[in-house]
């Protein structure tokens, strides 16, 4: 069993929808957890950062961890062609070897006008 | 991608031939980090380095060597380069393992052996 969990998708949805993106995870160690956005044929860049358990919001972005579910989502509101992209969660724990992230392979998102 | 840059962007070799992708920064980070990408698995941790010719082994290391004769510069070698190590190569830095801080990735080496 992979450590992290991730639909790949593809995943297709009009302009303006809202998103659901979303891992599971096994190590109930991890308590760092986060979003990198990766647009064809270039790296990851970190979206959002969450500590332990909550939400946080930025801008039309919203991420959600539940630890005792082992859970993570990501939200994107009044999605926008410009949102297409892979999703990656990635995630961590305090004792992990130098900042060590586990990645999930990624959903695959397109939003058309 | 401001400050790391991988190079080459694009290399097709064959088999048995060793091959080395360049990772070079200007943002003088400690930490530097090779990942594969390949469908179906997302991205894998190779090597990491956490200074100057201080490395050590990912998850997936098996064929693979680094170097870091420089903080700007971490070097990657595919000692024998197999058909199972086609796959997208990211470079990543990082200027701290506090993971508010994010890593910053290159832009990326698709590698085909053939």
């Known amino acids: 069993q992979k450590e992290v969990e991730q639909d790949p998708g593809p995943l297709s949805v009009p302009e303006g929808a809202i998103v659901s993106l979303n891992c599971t995870y096994s190590n109930s160690a991890f308590q760092y957890f986060m979003w990198y956005r990766q647009y064809s044929r270039k790296g990851p860049e970190l979206l959002m950062y969450t500590y332990s358990s909550g939400n946080k919001e930025d801008g039309r972005f919203t991420a959600q961890v539940d630890k005792s579910s082992k859970y993570i989502s990501l939200f994107i509101r009044d999605s926008q062609p410009s949102d297409s992209a892979t999703y990656l969660c990635a995630m961590s724990s305090r004792g992990s070897t130098l900042g060590r992230l586990y990645f999930g392979r990624g959903t695959q998102l397109t939003v058309w006008p | 991608d401001a400050g790391i840059t991988q190079s080459p962007r694009h290399k097709v070799t064959e088999t048995g031939t060793p091959v080395t992708l360049r990772c070079h920064q200007t943002?003088?980070?400690?930490?530097m980090y090779w990942y594969r990408q390949d469908p179906g698995h997302g991205l894998r941790l190779i090597h990491y380095s956490y200074g100057v010719k201080d490395t050590d082994k990912g998850e997936v290391s098996d064929g693979y060597s680094v170097s870091r004769s420089k903080t700007e510069d971490f070097l990657l070698t595919l000692e024998s380069a197999t058909s199972s190590q086609t796959s997208v190569y990211f470079c990543a830095i990082s200027e701290s393992t506090a993971f508010n801080y994010g890593y910053t990735f290159g832009s990326g080496t698709r590698l085909t052996v053939v």
């Open positions: 943002e003088n980070h400690r930490y």
